[in-house]
T-cell receptor, first 114, second 112 residues
């Protein structure tokens, strides 16, 4: 089983719908992240969380919200999806420590907003 | 927002050849220089990383070369193999910020 699991892996939805992407991890890491990947743009950080009570905005948080339900669970919500949120979304984890350290990614959730 | 420029966008190399991917940055205050490798349908995975107090780091066929004065760090893949075909990202970290700054990626194809 994957250490970082994302659900759903693929989702097609319509403009205005609420969407939740879920991430769970078995690595025991405190830190969790949501990234968005678009062709030619690399990865951009949406939100990150250092522990259950700590949520921080990343580079592109507008239009997104997150919830850290437990150390192992971090979900990303799009309250009212729009077509330019069509992208590949990744959840990642890392250990607590000085600096960033190694990021461990899930396999991604491909979202299409029509 | 610090800028990271990764080149080339795509690269085709014959099996056994050397693959070279470059990452240039505009801000000297970076303290961590990783390269991530991503296969289709998978998330990125850390390949190799370097700190600015070291000019070169080698792990098997993979080498990072860091040129502080040129504000550039490069990934060299020696004896490139078809299994190295993937997208590679540089993602340096500014020392004043927790976030990695990701390059746009390089799609590498190794021809058998």
């Amino acid at each position: 089983d994957a250490d970082v699991t994302q659900t759903p892996r693929n989702r097609i939805t319509k403009t205005g719908k609420r969407i939740m992407l879920e991430c769970s991890q078995t690595k025991g890491h405190d830190r969790m992240y949501w990234y968005r990947q678009d062709p030619g743009l690399g990865l951009r950080l949406i939100y990150y969380s250092f522990d259950v009570k700590d949520i921080n905005k990343g580079e592109i948080s507008d239009g997104y919200s997150v919830s850290r339900q437990a150390q192992a669970k971090f979900s990303l919500s799009l309250e009212s999806a729009i077509p330019n949120q069509t992208a590949l979304y990744f959840c990642a984890t890392s250990v607590t420590g000085v600096g960033v350290g190694e990021l461990f990614f899930g396999e991604g959730s491909r979202l299409t907003v029509l | 927002q610090q800028q990271v420029k990764q080149s080339p966008q795509s690269l085709i190399v014959q099996k056994g050849g050397i693959s070279i991917i470059n990452c240039a940055y505009e801000n000297t205050a970076f303290d961590y220089f990783p390269w991530y490798q991503q296969f289709p349908g998978k998330g990125p995975a850390l390949l190799i990383a370097i700190r600015p107090d070291v000019s070169e780091k080698k792990e098997g066929r993979f080498t990072i070369s860091f040129n502080k004065s040129a504000k550039q760090f490069s990934l060299h893949i020696m004896d490139s193999q078809p299994g190295d075909s993937a997208t590679y990202f540089c993602a340096p970290k500014p020392n004043s910020n927790y976030q990695l700054i990701w390059g746009a990626g390089t799609k590498l194809i190794i021809k058998p």
